[in-house]
Every structure is written in C-alpha cells, then in structure tokens.
C-alpha cells in the first residue's frame, strides 16, 4: 500500500538557516510527489510537486525539493529560512488510478528562531 | 487568482446532528475531493467526485456521509448523524483535467461535535 513518512514531527532552525524536512515514500511506480504548507489558520497550500523529468524541482518561496528514487525520498529544501516560513509542511504522494487522490504524511512543523 | 472556499469556517453541532459542509471548487475545475485531519492526525482522504458522481471513497466515508453537487457551483459533504469522532478539520479540494493529480485546497470547516 502507498505511504508516506515523515520521520521529524517538529524542527526548529533559526532565521537565516538551512533547512532541510524529509520525506520518505513507499509506491510500486513512478510516484507524483508534493509538498504542502498550513500556516496557522490557513488551508493547505502546494509549495512544489514532482510529476517526471527533472529531479530537482523548485517551487515557490524558495523552495526547492529533490526526488531521489534509489532512497524513495523527496526532501524539502530552502537555503535560507525566513521567520514566516513557520507553518506546518505536508508530503503527499499521488495514489495509482484515476481518482487521484492524495495519501499523506504527518506533518512537520517547523518554528523558525529569530 | 481563484481559490476554493468553504463555509462555514467553524461549525458546531450535538452529537447526532446533520451538518452539511460547503464548499464552491473552481469554476472550471472537473474533479472533487474531500479529506479530513483529526487533530494531530494525519490528513485523510475521504471521497472523489467527477462527473456527478463519486469515483472513489474511502472506508472512512461510510454511510453516514454524502456528497452532492447541487448545481454548477456548490459541492457538499454531509454527515447525517455526528458523532464525536467527527470532530476534526475538513477540507474540500478541486483539480483541472489538465493538471494531473494538482489538487487546490479550500481553507477548511472546523467541525466539533459536543
């Protein structure tokens, strides 16, 4: 069965920092991959996704993430943390079939340090 | 830029109550979601709806839920009878044919059932 696992339930970086939020997936094929922000009080918004071709995607808010099929990982990358960057991070992958529906991770929550 | 909503944000109801969930996709969006995240859970996929009809559906959405498109605009999700379990964040989502798997997520409705 499809799954998704984010292994950190909460990280904390300071302004200024890297940052890095992983994501491990499990899928028989090719996997659509995404990732999603909540920020507090908000909906789910998509920050990247991955279909096929290039495995380095970028996304918006400096956002970036890098499909690596041998680790079956799509980790979330951003050079440079920004306070308002604290939110909730969702990976998500495409299930199989044509009801495209999303199976999810947990979550990260993330709190940035000024 | 066009969004999905929903109404209300926040909703509460006795148990054993029906509530009905609002939500208007956008307009020119063909497929329809619903999912739902307890509190400190994971989100959860609940139904898929295309062409007036449900395309998948989840053992969550057992028979005391219902989905309906009314007219050109609204999609509902309904729960007829609440129970405690209920109680959690619900979240519409709408996708173009033409974007594969890209779903666009309303705000959501806190539901709490008393």
């Known amino acids: 069965a499809q799954s998704v696992t984010q292994p950190d339930i909460h990280i904390t970086v300071s302004e200024g920092a890297s940052l890095e939020l992983r994501c491990n997936y499990s899928?028989?094929?090719?996997?659509?991959l995404f990732w999603y922000v909540q920020s507090p009080g908000q909906g789910l918004q998509l920050l990247l996704k991955?279909?096929?071709?290039d495995t380095l995607v970028q996304g918006i808010k400096g956002f970036e993430a890098e499909f690596k099929r041998s680790q079956s990982s799509f980790n979330l990358r951003k050079p440079s943390v920004h306070w308002s960057d604290a939110a909730e991070y969702f990976c998500?992958?495409?299930?199989?079939?044509?009801?495209?529906?999303?199976?999810w991770g947990l979550g990260t929550s993330l709190a940035v340090n000024p | 830029e066009p969004e999905v909503t929903q109404t209300p944000s926040h909703q509460v109801t006795q148990m054993g109550q029906e509530v009905i969930l609002r939500c208007v996709p956008i307009?020119?969006?063909?497929?329809f979601y619903w999912y739902r995240q307890i509190l400190g859970q994971k989100v959860e996929f609940l139904v898929s709806?295309?062409?007036?009809?449900?395309?998948?559906k989840s053992e969550i959405f057992d028979d005391q839920f219902s989905v309906e498109r009314p007219d050109g605009s609204n999609f509902t999700l309904k729960i007829r009878s609440t129970k405690l379990e209920d109680s959690a964040m619900y979240f519409c989502?709408?996708?173009?044919?033409?974007?594969?798997?890209?779903?666009?997520f309303g705000p959501g409705t806190r539901l709490t059932v008393l």
């Open positions: 998500a992958v495409g299930a199989a079939g044509n009801n495209r529906k999303l199976i």
């Open positions: 991955y279909f096929s071709g």
């Open positions: 709806f295309y062409n007036n009809e449900i395309s998948e």
């Open positions: 307009s020119n969006h063909l497929y």
């Open positions: 899928y028989g094929a090719t996997p659509y």
């Open positions: 989502a709408s996708s173009p044919r033409t974007s594969r798997y890209e779903q666009f």
